[in-house]
């Protein structure tokens, strides 16, 4: 029996090292040796316990970019030694979100390492359906392709057109996907954050105008961006709801929000602001090999780099010990990204 190393999330704050069995891909199953894997804020929700519809024992780990190793009988369409990103999104197939292309709403999605065992571990077999050709990408760039994906999909959600004036608040790494990706779609883009790490990661890697919301004349230099205007679309990002109630407060009239970012509780956003403006409001969730595939084309034409929003690498070998001083305590991390070979 072949044997692999898995960090394993026993009960919240307390990640272990597991030897499990190496997997064996089923019928239309690709086994693939994990050779990056980004650290999501989910995995640091889990870590600390606040992550819903989240059960332990798990392994973490759905941001992947791994090498083909084996096939199962039934799989086609890749080959041993291929690089590939994994879509970590299994749906149904059957209820009517996915029978009307929207998997990634599947009333009965499971995610790999969140609804179930993902990739930080040494091996992982998963459908050969979800992955994604990369081989001209850095392992760093693929492992990012999931995080890009989810910005892009709130983008398409919010039909950014060229010469859109579009507020993204929260530069995370999924605002500063949505400001990236914006921003290629030809949208003039303002990012809002209250943090200077962050804002300077806007202005440094993105090279677009950030904005600190707390500022006392954050909207009239928000107007002075857009020509006097408000924002005509303000994707929020941030799962904040002081930010996300206030949102319909940075809209122009006829304008659009799109919640990117996801609050557990209630949000009450004032409804005379919101009638007053015809706003529409939109949730986005996940993403589609649609969106997979834009962020696959704009890595490979150089307009998303990891760069954006990498700015921390950890080593797998020591990842539990280092995971709550320099993960979860690290108040300077934007994005980390894990490299299997260390």
């Known amino acids: 029996m072949t044997t692999m190393q898995a960090l394993v999330i ?15 891909p089923a019928a239309n199953e690709a086994l693939i040796k994990l050779l990056t894997a980004g650290i999501c804020g989910t995995d640091i929700h889990a870590w600390a316990g606040n992550q819903p519809f989240f059960s332990y024992p798990r392994v973490l780990g759905h941001e992947l970019c791994g090498e083909v190793v084996a096939l199962g009988s039934a799989a086609s369409g890749f ?3 291929q690089r590939v990103a994994l879509i970590p999104y299994l749906s149904c197939q059957q209820c009517d979100a996915c029978q009307s292309g929207k998997t990634n709403c599947c009333e009965h999605i499971s995610v790999v390492g969140v609804h179930q065992d993902g990739g930080f571990c040494n091996f992982l077999s998963v459908p050969v359906a979800n992955l994604l050709a990369v081989d001209d990408l850095e392992p760093e760039t693929a492992a990012l392709t999931e995080p890009f994906a989810i910005s892009a999909h709130a983008v398409r959600r919010a039909a950014v057109s060229a010469d859109d004036a579009v507020l993204v608040v929260g530069a995370g790494p999924i605002g500063l996907g949505v400001a990236a990706i914006a921003a290629a779609a030809g949208a003039q883009v303002v990012v809002a954050d209250t943090s200077a790490v962050r804002r300077a990661q806007v202005a440094e890697k993105l090279a677009l105008t950030a904005l600190d919301p707390a500022d006392a004349q954050f909207t009239t230099a928000l107007r002075q961006q857009f020509n006097g205007q408000l924002a005509a679309k303000v994707i929020d990002a941030t799962g904040n709801p002081q930010a996300m109630n206030n949102a319909v407060n940075l809209l122009r009239h006829g304008g659009s929000i799109v919640f990117v970012g996801l609050h ?43 760069d954006m929003m990498l700015n ?11 995971f709550e001083p320099q993960v979860i305590n690290n108040p300077q991390l934007i994005k980390g990204v894990i490299d299997f070979s260390r």
């Open 10 to 24: 026993a009960e919240p704050r307390n990640m272990v090292w597991q030897t499990r069995s190496q997997p064996v």
């Open 79 to 81: 080959q041993p030694g």
């Open 264 to 306: 557990k509780g209630d949000l009450v956003i004032p409804d005379s602001e919101f009638h007053k403006k015809e706003t529409t409001l939109m949730g986005s969730r996940n993403a589609t090999r649609e969106d997979f595939d834009h962020v696959r084309a704009l890595m490979s034409s150089g307009q998303l780099r990891a």
């Open 312 to 322: 921390q690498r950890f080593a797998f070998s020591t990842l539990a010990e280092t």
